[in-house]
């Protein structure tokens, strides 16, 4: 459903693109998960896809159209992103976040429809947050803040949701609960675009991978296909061992130590 | 904000606005004031009330919503709990125009006109540094350009105050501290139509700042056209304070207080934030303009003084608060 | 009388002694003045002066004459280099605390420098004294003070017992700044016969209140030609019964620029508008 084109990206003044023709396809009712070291140009992927970095070269299409960047709430309709970072300088009731995931379809003095009230319901249900609505989003801790704004995303309603690094700092129980909840999305048919650094997560729960270094695509495909040691030793610059989950079967990363020498320092 | 809320910021705002009206340096019955209200008083009480009393009123109302509506929408566009109505060089700029006109011997009656286009002027100059550095987006950048803008207006009112007289110093200075004593119902009525349309183009971007105010990457997610709002809020925020300006001077802190007052009354969506701490705005500058008439007889103090000896104690609580 | 009495004293000891408290040597008769004040400029042009004088403020406008006289600038935090270029050996400061650190670098140049505070009519005559010794010529000073003196006494006892009609007098009118007891205008407007209703306010120009104004309803507001057309035309204004009522009394506005030596005169002036066809 969403596809990038040869995608190339070069930030003013850096000596070499963040992107680098990068191509692959989101589709519907799977995980497509992008993975990489710091710096491998994950996060410029989402901020492409949501017009706030000039393409170089190349396209996103959605649906096999070109996304135009003058219908940003048409966009904001069919896919929902929960970015890296977000403010909370006024933090509002949880209620009204949520709520704000309906903006895209509201007009200016437009209240809240019977539709808009039922997307929002079921995106509270989905992520278990309906007990919290009035608190305030200062209140949360940080579990209940992921799932919060996953919750917002939901009730935007497309059928696509980007994340990018939706479970850093959450511990292990919060974080396969967004997870599984991700997956539960893809099985009902929506086009799930995670970044994520958490290989092995990722791996259990998404159907394409896609490992950048430097801006370049280094490997795509099922987890099978990117999980090779040989690949991500050379990408992560660090030795490692990929074995298989002993439960489920999926690859599984492991690094090793490496004895303290001098010269083998992480670049 | 419950309606019980809205109500209570009604009732401040009538009653402080008729204590406003029944209170000076002439000693008013309630009865006098009702008659005068109504043009049924003394010649002397009718014009006290309807030409002196009334239109000062109404001005400084004017004056505090449009400063409470364009701090509260600044501060949620540019994510900034200290951002205010001035900060795009708007009071920079209505200083140098107000100094330039008495520094050119312009009639004292066109200081305000030449402060509001001093105001604009400083406002292009704010954004077009902000897109030169960088884009209209960029709350950081805009908020640098407003502080480079100031920095260069200060330099400017201090050339232009180098060879003026002490009288036209004394009168440029007052109308930097601000008040509402040249009160006009010409005045009223233009304030008027620039609050209105002010408030409602702002009231009408409340969604679109609660959305902006959760990051511009989010905001861009969620379908703002990041740039574009931002402006819009920018520009209508600060015509809105060099509307205000122009009718009274430069009233200090009501822009930056006032949104923090009424979110801690419980205003949260943009929508109310603005509405609400323009009610609030209102009934603050209209109690320190009173304060500003009656504190000091025969004197009056400017009400730019007042609202920041009222305002700096508040504000340091609050500090302490969110600190 | 007092001060007077120390300055003839301070002609024997050859020196005089400044509103700064600094002493200047009497002697040499100046042949190159600055002065930086509109009002000594006027006075050193009455006690017959005015031929040396080689630089002045940007506001000197009396006697016309001084329009000849290069312009040196502001006569607040003056420029000393400018004043210096001009090879003074006398120059006339306005004895206010931003003027000290000048009258202490050109001290320091060499140059002999006075700084007068003329504030009140008492002033005058005082300055004038001592500046008639500095420049040499103590009976042209005499003759100035005495000349004043006698017309301001004169219009005194012509309007003395005349009722006062009460006079608002404005220097400004956003804000409202009014003649207070504090300046010399209001010694003027009481030489002539008025009251001023400000008089009890020390300022010598306090900012008052238009409803303060209303309350102590004027009889005749007193001010410039092109300030009278503003104020009768606002509606704002007109609520004053004198304004309504056309009571205002227009002077040459240059009468408050400082208690020189045409106070006396303009006292006179302004008791003409007060009381139409009293006598002198």
Request: glycine fraction near 10%; hydrophobic fraction near 50%.
């Amino acid at each position: 459903m969403i596809e990038f084109r040869e995608v190339s990206v070069r930030y003013p003044r850096a000596a070499v693109p963040a992107l680098d023709h990068v191509s692959f396809v989101a589709e519907r009712g799977r995980i497509t998960a992008v993975v990489g070291p710091n710096g491998s140009g994950k996060s410029t992927l989402v901020r492409a896809l949501l017009g706030r970095v000039p393409l170089a070269s190349g396209s996103v299409l959605v649906d096999g159209a070109v996304i135009d960047l003058r219908h940003r709430r048409q966009l904001a309709m069919r896919i929902a992103a929960v970015t890296q970072r977000e403010e909370s300088v006024f933090p509002l009731t949880i209620r009204d976040y949520v709520s704000l995931g309906r903006y895209p379809h509201l007009g200016m003095w437009q209240a809240a429809s019977a539709d808009d009230h039922r997307a929002i319901a079921r995106a509270l249900e989905l992520t278990g947050t309906e007990n919290f609505l009035d608190r305030t989003l200062d209140e949360l801790s940080g579990g209940e803040w992921q799932r919060v704004r996953l919750a917002r995303a939901i009730a935007q309603g497309g059928d696509a949701i980007v994340l990018d690094e939706p479970t850093t700092f959450l511990d292990v129980g919060h974080e396969m609960a967004i997870f599984e909840l991700l997956g539960g999305l893809a099985s009902d048919g929506l086009a799930v675009m995670l970044v994520s650094h958490q290989l092995n997560l990722v791996a259990r729960f998404a159907a394409h991978m896609v490992l950048l270094h430097r801006g370049r695509i280094s490997a795509a495909g099922t987890p099978d296909t990117v999980m090779q040691g040989s690949v991500l030793e050379s990408v992560y610059e660090w030795p490692l061992v990929v074995t298989r989950d002993p439960a489920i079967g999926s690859p599984a990363l492991v690094p090793l130590r490496v004895p303290a020498r001098p010269n083998r320092t992480r670049t | 904000m419950t309606p019980l809320r809205w109500t209570l910021l009604i009732v401040l705002l009538v009653s402080s606005m008729l204590i406003g009206v029944m209170f000076g340096t002439l000693r008013l019955g309630m009865h006098d004031v009702i008659n005068g209200l109504l043009g049924h008083a003394s010649e002397m009480n009718n014009s006290v009330v309807r030409t002196l009393r009334l239109p000062r009123v109404l001005l400084s109302a004017l004056v505090g919503a449009g400063l409470g509506a364009a701090g509260a929408a600044l501060q949620g566009a540019t994510r900034n709990r200290l951002a205010e109505p001035y900060l795009l060089g708007v009071s920079g700029g209505a200083a140098v125009g107000a100094v330039l006109a008495v520094a050119f011997h312009a009639p004292h009656a066109l200081i305000p006109v030449i402060g509001f286009a001093g105001a604009l002027g400083a406002v292009a100059l704010t954004l077009l540094v902000a897109r030169a550095a960088g884009g209209h987006g960029d709350a950081r950048t805009v908020l640098m350009a407003g502080v480079v803008v100031g920095a260069f207006a200060n330099a400017a009112i201090m050339v232009a105050l180098a060879n003026a007289d002490a009288m036209a110093v004394r009168g440029a200075l007052w109308w930097m501290m601000g008040s509402a004593s040249d009160a006009s119902w010409t005045q009223v009525a233009t304030l008027a139509a620039f609050v209105a349309v002010g408030l409602a183009i702002l009231l009408a971007m409340g969604r679109a700042i609660d959305v902006l105010a959760l990051g511009d990457d989010t905001a861009a997610g969620l379908g703002v056209n990041v740039a574009r709002v931002s402006l819009t809020v920018y520009v209508a925020g600060a015509l809105l304070a060099a509307g205000t300006v122009s009718a009274a001077g430069l009233v200090g802190f009501v822009g930056l207080l006032v949104p923090h007052i009424v979110r801690l009354a419980g205003a949260r969506t943009h929508r109310s934030i603005i509405g609400s701490a323009a009610l609030a705005g209102a009934a603050l500058v209209v109690f320190a303009d009173l304060i500003a008439r009656i504190a000091m007889p025969p004197a009056e103090l400017p009400l730019g003084a007042v609202t920041a000896i009222i305002g700096v104690p508040f504000f340091l609580a609050l500090l302490r608060r969110l600190a | 009388m007092l001060l007077s009495a120390c300055a003839s004293e301070a002609k024997h000891s050859a020196a005089i002694t400044d509103d700064f408290g600094d002493s200047i040597s009497v002697g040499a008769v100046p042949a190159r003045i600055v002065s930086l004040n509109t009002t000594t400029t006027e006075i050193i042009y009455a006690v017959g002066a005015g031929a040396k004088v080689v630089g002045r403020t940007a506001y000197d406008i009396f006697p016309a004459e001084v329009k000849n006289v290069p312009d040196l600038g502001p006569g607040l935090h003056p420029n000393v280099e400018a004043v210096l270029a001009m090879h003074p050996d006398l120059v006339l400061l306005y004895a206010s605390e931003t003027n000290r650190e000048a009258a202490r670098q050109l001290r320091a140049a060499g140059v002999r420098t006075a700084s007068f505070r003329i504030d009140r009519i008492s002033d005058f005559a005082r300055v004038t004294r001592l500046l008639g010794q500095l420049t040499g010529d103590t009976l042209a000073a005499s003759v100035t003070v005495d000349s004043v003196n006698a017309t301001l006494q004169r219009v005194r006892s012509a309007t003395a017992t005349l009722p006062h009609p009460k006079v608002f007098w404005p220097f400004w009118e956003s804000p409202i700044m009014s003649v207070g007891g504090g300046s010399f205008v209001n010694e003027i407007i009481e030489t002539a016969g008025g009251k001023n209703i400000f008089a009890e306010l020390p300022a010598p120009s306090p900012t008052v209140s238009f409803e303060e104004l209303l309350r102590r309803d004027p009889d005749v507001i007193v001010t410039g030609a092109r300030t009278q057309a503003k104020l009768a035309g606002d509606t704002r204004w007109r609520t004053l019964r004198a304004v309504r009522e056309g009571h205002f009394l227009i002077v040459d506005s240059t009468i408050a620029t400082g208690p020189g030596p045409r106070v006396g005169a303009g006292a006179e002036s302004v008791a003409r508008l007060l009381h139409p066809g009293v006598r002198f």
